[in-house]
């Protein structure tokens, strides 16, 4: 195909707040897939949402909202709409007045029958008053299940509103008005409840989606002007008051405050912003005043990427949910075959009565409907995924939340992950008479002219001990050892022990007193050590990286320099463990030494040092060898080999940061280390959730089946308990999982 055949596919997204149940939305991808130019179709009932890739050449949006609409589902423009309309809408009219036209019938029939007055007969079968209202009943309550059935026949589908369609109209056919009232009334009611509780479910991507502020006050032209979110552009200065949401993804200009970043991140506490700090849209601006000049346009922030990937997440199904899909397309014919032989043979072959026959069979027909089994693990998945969101962790797909919760080993990158990936002075130790003050004036001095790491390590920490400066001429980098400039005329160096032991020092010989003294032979102490054996020593067993200070003639002082390990590593890591994770791994690039210490002080099981990125994915696929299951926990970048081999991969710190959105299967959006425990106890509820809710499902519908030949079981509790009552308990299971909150 030439690139001037090629044609350029769209896609298209609607909401579609009724489209509720799996039978729905295979109506609603039945018609769509049967339309020209259609070239994918995907139906997510759990959010009510259904995504249509197209032809723009064959079709287009207004089309397709169309063919949806003609299935019987009304297309939303407002995916924020409220719950009360459910409360006012014609299918709750139709059913309450059904209710009450069944409820005088009831009383007609039961509680007064010499008022229940008969009107006239028809084939030997006499019409009461009572018999009337039941089929009124039946007529309001159950039209719009009707309309629905017909759309299902013009759909070629056998779900639950043509079998109970089918139902309804049997039964006041064959002169059982009565249970085809309780049969419309009844289910009517479960599918309003249905419909609300999965509105609840549906409500925290609702809650998500608010965040974003409608106008935005930007400054143009010297003037500032409020205008839609939709009009700002990049490069626009957004102005951002105190209690303000923040409109876009920006970088600070002017002004300092405090950001609660909890709807992005899940941070408890406020951040504090100033000049050229990152801020996002949909934080609130807590304290001060804020100019924020922008860096995305609308739909491209943070907060749209984070409502865009969790409202994709039904994408990928999870296995149990590939399972319930397969168990539902042969359970419901199975059991349709079940309802016609248990309403025909036995009066056939028996001469049974057909009156109990057929109610027994139509019994079966309403309890052939899968709704709450096929619903139990999608709802829950949407539950688990959009309560993650809220609280800083973005989980892509049903798929993921359900292997981490089968997770049994964790790999923890070192750098980033367990600790801030920022070097700082641990140690300041002084030699002679010095102080810690003087100590820091003369390696502050030196090192602030180096750009590396280090140096800057020591610069800030000098910086922040405003222990001032001193001039310094003749600077110069020794590549690989150190440092060298001259301080008051007098030459200094900043480097490894190894350039102190080129310039002639005897490292090893060099002792020092406990009060930091050279110790003279004739006079040593018991408490002095080996400046090289035991004080650069003991700081590079600690993972420290030991810079010495001083003159050609003289040691000044020691300092040691480290990544430092993330407050609250040891705890999250002794949570992993309470978890149920076996084994927690950290695999680091750095030396031996370093890993070794760091190890130590979180109090991992194992680590394994001195690894590039490819042989960082050889270790996880080592494990998984073993037979683990592994979760891999990197920055989503230098890690991303090993991120994708993993069962699972989990990029930390992951706000404003495409890469990790795109590459991980989970996203930790701060660096906060406590929701990686929070991650996992999530993921093991839903998990148990799941079960649970399939559990229940199947035995609810097998003890149901199992009796309704016998008579045992009625349509009102094949309607009350296997539709109504299971789906509401199904939705009210998945709905704890909103309730489960990172430990602080």
Known sequence: MTAEERVEHEEARFSVPEMDCPSCAGKVESALSRRAGVESVETHPASGRVVVGYDPEATDRDELGATIEGTGYAVESDENASLEPIRRSPRAVATALGGAVLLVGLLLRFALPGSDAALFSVLGRTYLLSHALFVASAAVAGLPILRAGYYSLRARSLDIDFLMGVGILGAVAAHHPFEGAMLAVLYSVAELL?????????????ELMELSPETATVRRDGEERTVPTEEVVVGDVAVVRPGERIPMDGVVIEGESAVNQAPITGESGPVDKEKGAEVYAGTINESGYLEVQVT????????????????????????????VDRFASVYTPLVVVAALLTAAVPPLAFGWAWDTWFLRGLTLLVISCPCAFVISTPVSVVSGITSAARNGVLIKGGNHLEAMGEVDTIALDKTG??????????????????SEEELLRCAGAIERRSEHPIATAIGDRADGADVGNRAVEGFES????????ELDGTVHYAGKPALFEALGFDLSGTRLRSDGGICLEEGCHEDCESLRDELVARLEREGKTVVLVGTDEEIEGVIGVADEVRPGAREAVSRLRERGIDRVVMLTGDNEGTARAIAREVGVDEYRAELLPEEKLEAIERLEREGASVAMVGDGVNDAPALATASVGVAMGAAGTDTALETADVALMADDL?????LVRLSQTANGV????????????AVLVAGA???????????????????????????????????E
Do not use: Q
Not at 194 to 206: C, G, P
Not at 690 to 701: C, D, E, F, Q, T
């Open 194 to 206: 249905e419909r609300f509780s999965m509105e609840r479910a549906r409500s925290s991507l609702h």
């Open 296 to 323: 995305s346009e609308a739909g491209e922030n943070t907060l749209a990427r984070v409502v865009d990937l969790v409202a994709d997440a039904e994408r990928e199904k999870t296995d149990r949910e590939r399972f």
């Open 417 to 434: 992950t367990l600790t801030t990936g920022e070097l700082a002075v641990t140690d300041v130790v002084p030699v002679g008479d010095r």
């Open 478 to 485: 020794l590549a690989g050892r150190g440092v060298r400039a």
């Open 674 to 678: 406590s929701r990686l425990p929070y």
């Open 690 to 701: 799941i079960r649970g809710n399939i559990g229940a499902s199947l035995a609810v519908k």
């Open 709 to 743: 030949p016998f008579g045992l079981v009625t349509i009102v509790h094949a309607v009350v308990i296997g539709d109504m009552g299971m789906s509401l308990a199904v939705t009210g299971n998945a709905m704890r999982l909103a309730r489960i909150e990172p430990e």
